[in-house]
């Protein structure tokens, strides 16, 4: 077979598989999970072959027309260079797992069938938006994600937090779409197509009329998706889903799209500047306020919600100073480690029977409940703060050394300005991680008091997942940096020596410092008793996932928060700490800015629908009624009456008629 | 004949008629009061057929032909009408005008009557 038709199968494979899935879910349950792992695991294997044979060389386009448009023609295009090659096969890995994953996670759950044809669908959307060569066709795996993702946020829709959430993603993620797709059309206007070559082509040539502003319309698109700062807060909530969903969704694939968009657009936001500067302000933002607020976080997933958020800021970092290259490299790796510690944290809630880092924290001995769990837990937090061998360290530093080239003033591609940005703002958030990750290890893993609850071992398909996970974290950074340039722009991804000395270095302090304020602190914990756990602690871990997140709120008063004095994070943030809990009070900025105006306006328009529209309605009805009233009472069934009537009738209209023609 | 005694006479025939057709209680003596009514249109046609004949050259005298019309027309409506007449009695016992308000506003269908006994004893004993 062709690459081209290899690479069709590829989006298309997960699609049937959603498809069938979704028709044969009650009639032949035993189909279901068949339907999903092999669909995803064959387009995994079709991503590999179709990266293998695109092996980083001239980038493979096809295109049909599918029909006339009468203006800029929308075309069926793939587009496959080596950014979407990798990209793609990241994508089939992590699905892959989380599905395998999944049939442990969710054994007992009666609504598997759709939650697995969702997430095939999603990740056939995913792969769409990966291959696809025109933007047209990009949007609608676009928004087919966005759909797919408020439904599985909403998987456990029995909690209200759940609903919420699944709301609140849909509805922010749409705020930066409608000027996503505003910035489409006036990108195709001004290029005259909607391919991606020839955008890239009409770049090149100096085309766009009006680049700020397509840039900056692409950019709220891309803030919604990838969760950037202003459009961030429906990340942290949407860890109310299933962890396989958060670990897929929000972490390794939707919320990379946006990030891979303007990977792939990056000469239209290269030719402005302001767009570039803002690109760098959005993504120091997002980083360091990220990184304070993860280090606030009760819930385990919020922490790595928050954490999500920072990397996919040094990944917009990387590309407001237009290192792409170190971009998409990140977006590999932290794929990997993060949808590792996702998998790894649905565990230790199943294991613990409560999502709380508080109440670990207070249970003795948990990771010898998990140790699978422990270990590559160990490995992705490692990759995470950045620490030398594992992963995350060399694609980091390839953002950090991208960044300081930019400040030194070596390339034209970016202002220097967004270079110390990214820089200053990439250091500082690198000290953070290390710091919330130590203190999410140390949390977790090395409390003191009862001995955690046991509930045997964990499935294997859970366990098994997160080895596999573990071997990119673990090896691939090293290895990849020398090969990917090949595959990206050519761009030397190699960590520069001050970089990483100082990147590591404030790494280190980050980490040491935090065991030094938990060791201070955890004395506390024995004093302070603190917990809930989920009340079938028995059940599979969906059921048990569901039951901790329900129970957040009435065991410690917030979803976020847990009031916790044996909390390191609370001695080192000092008087921020509250504020940062509960992500220095954006949500309640959007609560007084849209949601209570709206709230204010519906109540508006209730009264005039209720009270002035309703009343025009009631007299149409009551008028004639009471007409009608006056009319019957003439009624009395007496023919004589009624003849008397008409004699007097006749009379005057006689009368008349005389009068008339008399000329009186 | 002058053409104002039969004038005459018709109008006294016709508002006699109307007085029994609006106060006579008795159905079939309004139908009587409408034939009157009837007859006194009649005699207007043929009055002033003559009437309009003397002077015109040639008359098809459709004033008397519209007459034979209101004739045969009178006849078979008191027919129907007497029926209708005999058939409410039977079922009503009556055939008081005043009584039969059955299309009046807010009507009770059947026992409301003020001599429901009466009224159910007397169809009885009609429709045996």
Redesign the interface.
């Known amino acids: 077979m062709t690459t081209t038709t290899l690479a069709v199968l590829v989006p298309l494979l997960p699609f049937l598989g959603a498809a069938a899935g979704l028709l044969l879910g009650r009639t032949a349950p035993g189909f279901i999970r068949p339907l999903a792992v092999l669909p995803t695991l064959a387009s995994l294997v079709l991503a590999a072959i179709v990266a293998v044979r695109q092996g980083g060389d001239e980038a493979v386009n096809a295109a049909t027309e599918l029909t006339p448009t009468g203006s800029i023609p929308i075309e069926l295009a793939l587009h496959i260079d080596g950014f979407a090659a990798l990209v793609a096969v990241l994508v089939g890995l992590v699905a892959s797992c989380v599905q395998i994953y999944s049939t442990g996670y969710l054994r007992d759950d009666p609504r598997y069938p759709s939650y697995a044809a969702l997430v095939s669908l999603f990740t056939s959307a995913m792969l769409l938006v990966v291959y696809s060569g025109d933007l047209m066709v990009l949007l609608v795996g676009w928004e087919v994600m966005g759909i797919c993702s408020y439904f599985l946020v909403g998987h456990y829709w029995e909690t209200p937090e759940a609903r919420a959430a699944s709301i609140k993603a849909f509805l922010v993620t749409k705020l930066g779409d409608v000027p996503f797709l505003i910035g489409l059309f006036a990108l195709a206007t001004d290029a005259g197509s909607f391919r991606i070559t020839k955008v890239l082509d009409a770049v090149a040539g100096g085309g766009l009329d009006h680049p700020t502003l397509i840039a900056l319309l692409l950019l709220a698109g891309v803030a919604g998706k990838s969760a950037q700062f202003p459009l961030h807060t429906w990340l942290p909530d949407a860890m109310a889903g299933p962890t396989p969903v958060s670990a897929l969704i929000h972490a390794a694939t939707m919320v990379a799209a946006g990030v891979y968009f303007v990977a792939r657009l990056l000469p239209v936001f290269e030719a402005s500047q302001a767009a570039m500067v803002v690109l760098a302000v959005m993504a120091a933002v997002t980083m360091t306020g990220s990184a304070l607020a993860a280090l606030a976080q009760d819930d385990i997933k919020r922490v790595l919600a928050y954490s999500t958020i920072g990397q996919l800021g040094y990944m917009t970092g990387a590309l407001a100073v237009g290192d792409r290259g170190a971009a998409v490299f990140h977006l590999l790796s932290h794929g990997a480690f993060k949808a590792l510690l996702f998998l790894a944290a649905g565990v230790i809630i199943h294991a613990a029977g409560t999502n709380s880092l508080a109440a670990m924290s207070r249970m003795g001995h948990l990771r010898d409940r998990v140790p699978d769990a422990y270990w590559t837990m160990t490995v992705a937090l490692l990759a995470l703060a950045a620490i030398p061998p594992f992963s995350g360290f060399f694609s980091k530093e390839s953002v950090l050394g991208a960044a300081e080239h930019v400040a030194t003033g070596h390339t034209e591609h970016a202002p220097g300005a967004a270079g110390w940005l990214v820089l200053v703002a990439g250091l500082l958030t690198a000290l953070l991680t290390a710091a919330y990750a130590t203190r999410l290890w140390l949390l977790a893993f090395y409390g003191q008091g009862a001995e955690a609850p046991d509930h045997g071992r964990q499935p294997l398909t859970m366990n098994v997942v997160l080895w596999v996970l573990a071997v990119p974290s673990l090896a691939v950074g090293g290895l990849a940096y020398r090969v990917l340039p090949d595959w990206f722009d050519g761009r030397d991804l190699t960590p520069t020596l001050t970089t990483s000395v100082v990147g590591t270095g404030v790494a280190l302090v980050g980490g040491i410092v935090t065991y030094a304020a938990w060791r201070h602190t955890t004395a506390l914990a024995a004093r302070v008793p603190l917990g809930a756990v989920a009340a079938h602690p028995e059940g599979d871990a969906a059921l048990v996932e569901a039951e901790a997140i329900a129970s957040h709120e009435p065991a410690y008063g917030d979803i976020a928060y847990a009031p916790d004095p044996a909390d390191p994070g609370r001695l080192l943030l000092g008087p921020l700490h509250r504020h940062a809990a509960v992500g220095f009070h954006l949500d309640a900025v959007y609560s007084a800015l849209f949601v209570r105006p709206v709230q204010a306006a519906a109540t508006l328009v209730r009264f005039l629908d209720r009270e002035v529209v309703e009343t025009y309605v009631r007299g149409a009805g009551a008028t004639p009624r009471a007409l009608g009233w006056a009319v ?2 003439a ?6 009456t009624y ?2 009537a008409l ?1 007097a009738g006749t009379v005057v209209l006689v009368v008349a008629a005389v009068l008339v023609a008399t000329g009186a | 004949m002058h053409l104002a005694y039969p004038a005459v006479l018709s109008a006294l025939l016709f508002c006699t008629g109307l007085y029994g057709v609006l106060a006579r209680r008795n159905a079939i003596l309004v139908l009587m009061s409408v034939e009157l009514m009837l007859n006194a249109v009649n005699l207007n046609l043929v009055a002033f057929d003559v009437w309009l004949s003397r002077t015109a050259e040639e008359t098809l005298h459709s004033g008397q032909a519209l007459t034979l019309f209101t004739i045969a027309i009178a006849a078979a409506e008191i027919g129907i009408g007497l029926a209708i007449v005999l058939a409410v009695y039977r079922n009503r016992g009556t055939s008081d005008i005043d009584k039969l308000r059955d299309t009046a506003e807010g009507h009770e269908p059947e026992g409301a009557d003020s001599d429901g006994d009466a009224t159910a004893a007397e169809k009885a004993e009609a429709t045996a």
């Open positions: 019957r009472r009624q009395t069934g007496n023919v004589q003849v008397s004699l």
